[in-house]
């Protein structure tokens, strides 16, 4: 044998060995036609099949039948002939049956005449590095998402903060020319509907605020059973004789910690909801009951929940018009009948109650809405420790005397309309515009028995004003007006609160709260 020869055969022997030590990729080579030639070890791991199986088999039955039925095998081979390789992934089949994700290499082997000898080709398995771009590309998105949640949220909330200026002045005005306008039935009737109107406004705003989980919440402890049976039997009221509703509450729930008047707002928008997705009648289910959540489930903490549901026998909802059901201004009910604030409102209460929201729908099934309420043990002592605190600071009402108020606030409309209201209770009013002037006020040492703030102000917000009256004096009763529920701890946390927008009634109901001293 002469040298050549020899020094071909060990240079074949050691390219053996190497494709042979290969375990984690599948080298084998295919013949002009398709047809298995040589078949090494890792292409036995990976594939399932050994030597003796799939030599002089034709490599398209790695492939997926669509693939094949599409003439996948045969582009491959073809684009590699002609053009020298071919690259491309996609998924492959083992000899089980099972399927991964592949990347496969054809390379066109010629002989020095440029004769084609046939194909070289390399399959890895990238399963897992699929599985974890599609985790990290789903992680992205989610980000993407809670950031454009973010965004509309904090939008949302600022639209929410003027509007809520815009119909505190709008309303109280309302009231005041209803108080002083003489009983005239072509007059009274027109300034009924547009106070009627405004308080409409005034409850967009709280879906929006609630959306943007900037809304006040008068967080008490809430019987869920009591609030369920006293909503259904309101909602009956206004529900076609073709829709029924079912109960279900079990005996012994506890407590949940929340706003009772937002969560009967909810209830009421699910049940509008699952009304308006059964137009020709059906069945309302209404669930409650406890559940313990042993681990963390997305943003739920462990500890006991009460489980709340809405579930209706309606058309139900496609996979595409779930995922963007809770979105806000997103409604399927057509222009004009509907906000798309619902379920956005109903998100925002249950989250910044400590709480989540879970839908479920199968077009043709109905939908199912849960809300994830937190249960907490001693809430009623918690609530009762809370209110001690409070009447530690101010002792029992004097109602009736008549106060020097000093009202704060930044907007000249909404100033204007909180002195009237307190001119006609009988108060004498102070007016500031801003946080500095109102605390020029103060020190001055004029005569005042109570100051009424809103909170979001330039320069210097209603909690940082309270906190510098408190150093200058003590004892003087501070009333924060606000509609936002994220107020900074310290100075702003303990003070009594005017939901904006407010009216008289509200305005004269904290007044008659404050310290039986003034």
């Not at 055969?9 to 494709?19: A, G, K, N, Q």
């Not at 989250?351 to 199968?362: I, K, P, V, Y």
């Not at 028995?449 to 004892?475: F, K, N, Y």
Request: proline content about 5%; some cysteine.
């Amino acid at each position: 044998m002469a040298d050549g020869q020899l020094l071909q055969l060990e240079t074949d022997d050691r390219y053996r060995l190497l494709i042979n030590a290969i375990t984690d990729y599948a080298i084998y080579m295919v013949d002009p036609q398709g047809y298995v030639a040589s078949w090494n070890p890792g292409a036995e791991r990976m594939k399932g099949y050994v030597a003796s199986e799939i030599l002089g088999q034709h490599f398209s039955r790695f492939y997926t039948p669509e693939d094949r039925a599409a003439g996948e095998p045969q582009h491959g081979l073809d684009t590699a002939r002609r053009e020298g390789r071919f690259e491309k992934e996609g998924w492959r089949l083992r000899k089980n049956g099972e399927r991964f994700w592949a990347n496969v290499v054809i390379d066109a082997i010629r002989d020095q005449h440029g004769t084609l000898l046939g194909f070289a080709k390399i399959t890895r398995d990238i399963s897992e590095k699929r599985t974890a771009q599609i985790e990290l590309a789903r992680a992205r998105e989610e980000l993407f998402q809670a950031q454009k949640l973010e965004a509309i949220g904090q939008l949302t909330g600022g639209v929410a903060h003027d509007f809520n200026n815009l119909l505190m002045a709008i309303l109280g005005s309302l009231q005041m020319l209803q108080k002083r306008l003489p009983d005239d039935p072509q007059t009274t009737p027109l300034v009924i509907n547009a106070i009627r109107g405004a308080e409409r406004g005034a409850a967009l705003t709280q879906r929006l605020l609630a959306f943007a989980r900037r809304q006040e919440l008068d967080v008490r402890p809430v019987d869920v059973r009591d609030l369920v049976e006293g909503m259904v039997e309101l909602a009956r009221r206004s529900l076609p004789p073709d829709i029924a509703i079912e109960v279900e509450c079990e005996t012994g729930l506890p407590a949940v910690l929340t706003d009772g008047n937002q969560l009967e707002t909810a209830l009421l928008n699910l049940i509008v909801n699952a009304r308006d997705a059964m137009p020709n009648g059906g069945l309302i289910r209404i669930l409650a009951r406890p559940r313990h959540v042993l681990q963390r489930e997305g943003q739920l903490e462990p500890g006991l929940y009460v489980e709340l549901s809405v579930i209706d026998d309606g058309e139900g909802m496609d996979a595409e018009t779930l995922a963007r059901a809770p979105t806000p201004f997103f409604t399927t009910k057509g222009i004009g009948k509907g906000t798309g604030l619902g379920l956005s409102m109903v998100q925002g209460l249950t989250e910044q109650s400590g709480g989540a929201l879970r839908l479920t729908s199968l077009p043709g099934f109905g939908t199912t809405v849960t809300l994830l309420m937190p249960a907490q043990a001693g809430a009623v002592q918690a609530a009762t420790r809370t209110e001690d605190a409070m009447t530690t600071m101010q002792d029992k009402p004097q109602a009736g005397r008549p106060l020097t108020v000093l009202a704060v606030d930044d907007d000249a409309l909404v100033l204007m309309n909180t002195g009237l209201m307190l001119e006609d209770l009988g108060h004498t009013v102070i007016e500031a515009y801003n946080g500095v002037d109102a605390l020029a006020i103060v020190e001055s040492g004029q005569e005042i028995d109570v100051v009424i703030t809103d909170h979001s102000m330039p320069r210097m917000t209603g909690a940082e004003l309270a906190g510098r009256i408190r150093q200058i004096r003590p004892h003087l009763p501070i009333v924060l007006a606000t509609g936002y529920a994220e107020l900074p701890s310290g100075d702003g946390a303990n003070l009594p609160r005017l939901p904006k927008p407010f009216s008289q009634q509200q305005l004269g109901e904290v007044l008659a709260s404050l310290p039986a001293s003034l």
